[in-house]
């Protein structure tokens, strides 16, 4: 009976410990969301330390479409004496045409003035290979995937679905083609042939930047610029590529033929502002501690359960 009854004065104690313990992380939660808060309500949108000489990334990830955030960041690094070398780092199957033009001429602009290099991940296809073009030396894995040089318009004809259900659609377009392509109807001859026409001309433009950058005659472009993706070795022998490797192959290209030390640190380009950073840095803490707290209580009630 003694022994049960310090069984069960030890079990109280480690439940009053653990209660106590949660009092104190509620406090800690509240008053890093009480600082996060203060700096979101208070700190200026632009205010970031200065930073000394270094090497700027910029992280293109996911779909790529036109951000004014990014577009306006690398203005700001092209400007920037601290900035030494943009390293583009890539992991995106592509997006918008317009979105990889928009963000091709920003990087375009900063390599005027500074040494630009491009890695690629796992992915850079498509518009993901139009933002590395710029780049004066460009970087894949063996395995990555990239090219994918084409431009894709997709819709679906639902029209003899509705027919089946009987739903009848009605449309008033300003012009024949003003409705083309829609899911309510088959592509007519004259819409097919006009959005023909629209694709060829923005593959057209792509070839060009690709001839452009990669001092390739666009016929030699146009012959594998048929939509395929190729690993990261096949783009090297293609020329799409310039070497195999990542950040490390790209730093100690830089350091060798641009004259940027290695021993400068890399700083990510970030579009969001300070306080918005601020607050999802405290945001991701809180989870952190919440999720450590838990586990730790999972703890807890195991050891009482033996």
Partial sequence: ???????????????????????????????????????????????????AAHVARLDVRGAITEDRRVLEALERAARDSHVRALIVAIDSPGGTVAGGEALHAAIRRVAQNKPVVATMGATAASAGYMVALPAHRIFAREGTLTGSIGVILQSFDASELLA??????????????????????????????????????????????????RNMEEPAVRAIADGRVMTGRRAQEAGLVDTLGGEREAREWLEAERQVPQSLP????????????????????????MQAQWWGQQGLWATLAR
């Fill in 164 to 213: 089946r259900l009987g739903v009848r659609p009605e449309t008033v377009a300003s012009g024949t083609l003003k409705d083309q392509p829609s899911p309510f109807r088959p592509l007519t001859p004259e819409g097919r042939a006009s959005l023909e026409q629209t694709v060829q001309d923005m593959h057209g433009l792509f070839v060009g930047m690709v001839a452009a950058a």
């Fill in 266 to 289: 890399v700083r990510t380009i970030e579009t969001r502002p300070l306080a918005e950073r601020l607050l999802a840095t405290g945001t991701e803490g809180i989870l952190r501690v």
């Fill in 1 to 51: 009976m003694p022994h049960l009854k310090g069984m069960s004065l030890e079990a109280d104690l480690l439940l009053d410990r653990r209660r106590l313990k949660r009092r104190l992380v509620f406090w800690r939660v509240f008053a890093v969301a009480a600082l996060a808060g203060l700096a979101w309500a208070f700190l200026p949108a632009d205010l970031d330390p200065v930073p």
